[in-house]
């Protein structure tokens, strides 16, 4: 997104309804594009596939900043992100989710069923314990898909409006994924949230007008949503769509006809290379902590390997495991060959650097230095996923071990 240059080399308009910023070093937006930021999402901790990045709230500070200032007020997704924001001394307010803009499709008889949506696995369960001799189809999707960047435009299009077709016509969904409830609510199909907490910071405020509910009280009883007729959705969210709807209209008409250039469209006026010197600056600092926690993580996953191993050897595969395989695997553990299997190589990065800033010659040195320094982030952002999954996986095999 900070490298987008339009082909006509004018500003292109872009409602920029996102979670920003899986790779938070990647910001602000290029000049080229012409921003209305409503649906604004931003966390500091790090969720999806995001593990164990050292960057929070950085990256919105200083000319990171100042680009959100020179483009607000910035509409918000949920109300966790417009109070930070607020705290950031940035203009912002609460503008729900894009899909809360989706218009209803054609209603037609595809079938009495309900659609359950990553609903969990006990609630899943359970409904189709409920229904297993009623004349309701159950089924059951997913959100969990590959990314996959490569497929076409139209595919992607035609894939999506194929399972709203499918929501639409449903008696009720039932989903713990936010991004199935919002557009349910905004087709009018009856949605039941399904969530272990109420706590979350993306959910606010959408608790408050939706229909939800914990798997715990589900199973229980204490829900009171009947999935064969299941109750209107709550019509609180709708003052809301409408507004966001008018904001998206608005801006659509106005830059329609709007021919000025990059120069004259830009909010952000200090230029290319006062943001890419705060950037750098930025990184400079960030990436000598970001490898203090890479190397503290390398020590752990070290210390759990040979606390896995201190319980292999007391087990019956190890003792029959012949002398020579024994003195080896010990040797192994002895040593801090684990440590230094998940430490940075620093050699592999730098070949990974070079290769990145010699696929661009006609870069500017300090664009260079920009470049490399997002480039070691990015192979950082590997090491660091890689080290969090192993993680899990070494923890859990302790806890079966106990077993």
């Known amino acids: 997104?900070?490298?987008?240059?339009?082909?006509?080399?004018?500003?292109?308009?872009?409602?920029?309804?996102?979670?920003?910023?899986?790779n938070k070093w990647n910001w602000p937006p290029s000049k080229y594009i012409y921003p209305l930021f409503v649906g604004f999402h931003y966390a500091d901790h790090q969720l999806g596939?995001?593990?164990?990045?050292?960057?929070?709230?950085?990256?919105?500070?200083?000319?990171?900043?100042?680009?959100?200032?020179?483009?607000?007020?910035?509409?918000?997704?949920?109300?966790?992100?417009?109070?930070?924001?607020?705290?950031?001394?940035?203009?912002?307010?609460?503008?729900?989710?894009i899909t809360l803009t989706l218009p209803k499709r054609q209603v037609r008889d595809m079938g009495r069923y309900i659609c359950l949506v990553d609903a969990g696995d006990e609630i899943t369960r359970k409904?189709?314990?409920?229904?297993?001799?009623?004349?309701?189809?159950?089924?059951?999707?997913?959100?969990?898909?590959?990314?996959?960047?490569?497929?076409?435009?139209?595919?992607?299009?035609?894939?999506?409006?194929?399972?709203?077709?499918?929501?639409?016509?449903a008696i009720c969904v039932v989903t713990k994924r936010l991004h199935c409830?919002?557009?349910?609510?905004?087709?009018?199909?009856?949605?039941?949230?399904?969530?272990?907490?109420?706590?979350?910071?993306?959910?606010?405020p959408y608790l408050d007008w939706l229909h939800w509910t914990s798997p715990e009280d589900y199973l229980s009883g204490r829900c009171d949503f009947d999935v064969t007729d299941p109750p209107e959705n709550k019509p609180d969210y709708k003052?809301?769509?409408?507004?966001?709807?008018?904001?998206?209209?608005?801006?659509?008409?106005?830059?329609?006809?709007?021919?000025?250039?990059?120069?004259?469209?830009?909010?952000?006026?200090?230029?290319d290379k006062a943001m890419i010197s705060w950037r750098i600056s930025m990184l400079r600092e960030i990436i000598p902590e970001w490898e203090r926690r890479l190397d503290q993580e390398a020590h752990e996953l070290s210390s759990l390997y040979q606390e896995l191993f201190s319980r292999f050897i007391k087990t019956d595969t190890f003792r029959g495991y012949d002398k020579d395989r024994k003195k080896r695997l010990k040797k192994y553990?002895?040593?801090?060959?684990?440590?230094?299997?998940?430490?940075?190589?620093?050699?592999?990065?730098?070949?990974?650097?070079?290769a990145a800033v010699e696929a661009h010659p006609d870069l500017s040195v300090i664009r260079k230095e920009d470049l490399a320094l997002r480039t070691i982030c990015d192979e950082y952002l590997k090491l660091s996923k890689r080290n969090f999954y192993r993680k899990e996986k070494l923890m859990k095999a302790l806890l079966d071990s106990e077993v």
């Open 333 to 354: 553990i002895r040593s801090e060959a684990n440590y230094h299997k998940f430490m940075i190589n620093y050699f592999q990065i730098d070949m990974t650097v070079r």
């Open 239 to 271: 003052p809301v769509r409408e507004a966001l709807i008018k904001k998206c209209r608005d801006f659509v008409a106005d830059c329609r006809d709007d021919e000025r250039s990059v120069a004259e469209a830009v909010r952000y006026k200090k230029g």
């Open 49 to 97: 596939y995001q593990p164990g990045s050292v960057i929070k709230y950085q990256m919105l500070t200083g000319e990171g900043g100042e680009y959100l200032r020179a483009n607000g007020p910035i509409g918000c997704r949920d109300e966790f992100t417009r109070d930070n924001l607020d705290r950031l001394g940035i203009e912002s307010y609460f503008s729900g989710c």
């Open 1 to 22: 997104m900070e490298s987008f240059r339009s082909r006509s080399r004018k500003p292109v308009a872009v409602i920029m309804n996102a979670w920003y910023m899986w």
């Open 127 to 169: 409904i189709k314990e409920d229904l297993k001799d009623s004349d309701i189809e159950i089924k059951e999707f997913t959100h969990n898909r590959p990314r996959d960047k490569e497929r076409p435009w139209e595919e992607r299009k035609r894939f999506v409006e194929e399972r709203l077709d499918i929501y639409q016509n």
């Open 181 to 204: 409830a919002l557009p349910c609510l905004a087709m009018e199909v009856p949605v039941l949230l399904s969530r272990i907490s109420p706590d979350e910071t993306r959910f606010s």
